[in-house]
């Protein structure tokens, strides 16, 4: 017998060590299944699904909303992140959908639920050092997406108000 097999590694130990992943890897391969956990999510809520919206228009938005975080995880430590585009216009979309504040909030919130556990689902595969920074960005570009659409719903109805002087 020959002492080869001690340099060769186990399938399981190859595999284990090929498929740890970065949060941005994960989320870009997972971007479907967000989608869909997060419509499921959305279903569930009768404060949101008073507005009777179909598939595109309910998650139209989702991808750019996710590749605006996915890009923000993949920024070097220190960099400003861009403020995103596709927020501010989803904040347009959903008022003129006639969300109210709270219904936007409520769209936000359960965004990061569903990011949060999609990683949970893919805790194995998670480059560990890198999760609870990760989670943080997450949380702070989903935040911050938040603000540009309030930042939209406000300055829609001080133009409203504006115009009705």
């Not at 890009?71 to 347009?92: C, F, M, Q, T, V």
Request: glycine share 4%; with cysteine; net charge negative.
């Amino acid at each position: 017998m020959s002492n080869t097999s001690e340099y060769v590694t186990s399938p399981r130990e190859s595999s284990d060590v090929a498929s740890i992943e970065s949060v941005a890897d994960i989320l870009e391969r997972e971007l479907q299944s967000v989608i869909v956990d997060w419509l499921a999510r959305v279903e569930q809520e009768p404060d949101l699904t008073c507005i009777p919206l179909n598939f595109e228009e309910r998650t139209g938005h989702l991808p750019h909303l996710l590749h605006d975080v996915i890009a923000r995880l993949r920024l070097d430590a220190g960099s400003k992140a861009p403020i995103s585009k596709a927020a501010a216009e989803h904040g347009d979309l959903r008022r003129t959908q006639g969300y109210t504040v709270a219904m936007a909030v409520e769209e936000s919130r359960l965004l990061q639920v569903t990011i949060f556990s999609t990683l949970h689902k893919k805790v194995k595969n998670l480059e560990f050092s890198m999760l609870l920074p990760d989670v943080v960005t997450i949380a702070d570009e989903v935040d911050a997406q938040l603000k540009e659409q309030m930042l939209r719903f406000m300055a829609a109805d001080a133009a409203k108000k504006a115009k009705g002087r």
